[in-house]
């Protein structure tokens, strides 16, 4: 009975090269198990002709055996299988011990992106725990603010998902919150309009909030807190010094305005106890704060005006 190891190299190519995706990879896999003489050619033929392909699989299944093969016998380690390096389908599919071997391996392009604009970082982002994320930023060469789809940092993704833990690996990593997207939005603004991770826990690296105070479209940082309700946001800018209590949106209203406005009684309060607040300021209308509580009938922030003047 003739078997496959007594074939010769010229048909054992042959073969190879009618095989598919998954044949291929499981006659590969058998040279571990059955005999070794079939290996170096199914692996050359698919390294020489196949893009590296298997490599991808490896990663799938976590298959660390193959892998080192494939590497040893001189694999791309950056090539494209499905729109996915072998790096970012481990990442994907939880495979730690060839994720382990790739990002430990020279020539690994941590910061290569697919044709959606999808990095490593990206996909440990949207697909990884906080111990793959971190492995990833491990790597010095890692682009921690690199720009992917719609011009947005990992940082926007992890914000969006409201996966703080990984954001504040991101902001220990280095990665800028103020930093905008394609539209003009930071992870700290995105934060606040989506109430995802608390502001506070995003920049509680820093003494206080650095970026801009407004975006690109006009719209005033403190204001978009306010509006959300968001008093820990309220607190971080308060810190700024170069901050105008009096500056107003574009509907014409100041920071207390809108605060009352909006029926925010923590807020009101906290922007009543600024030294810099003038309770007297008016709006585009004319009309101070204290007359849209009285006309509104909000008791409760006309009753923290009154106490106001106690102060």
Known sequence: MSH??????EILFLIASYLQG???FALARSCKTLYHEPRPVILKFNIDYQNSNLLGLAAKD??????RWLLDYGANINAFFRGKTPVMRAIKNSSPTVLTLL???????INLQNREQES???IAVRHGASSTLWRVLERVDCAVDLRHQRGQTALHLAVWWGRIGLAQL????GSDPNADDDLGISSWVKANRISGPSIMALSQKQPEYAGPLNSRHGEPSLHQAIFHGSVGDVRLLQRRKDLDLATIDRNGNTTLHLAVRSRRLDVVD???WQPRTDVNCIDNDGYPPLWWSTYLTYDEITEIFADCKGR
Do not use: H, Q, Y
């Not at 990002?103 to 392009?109: K, M, V, W, Y």
């Open 170 to 173: 991101l902001l220990a990593r």
């Open 62 to 67: 976590d298959n660390i055996t193959l892998a």
């Open 4 to 9: 496959i190891r007594d074939l010769s190299t």
């Open 270 to 272: 906290l922007i009543l």
């Open 22 to 24: 998954s044949a291929k």
């Open 120 to 122: 490593a970082l990206w």
């Open 103 to 109: 990002l430990n391996s020279p020539g690994l392009d």
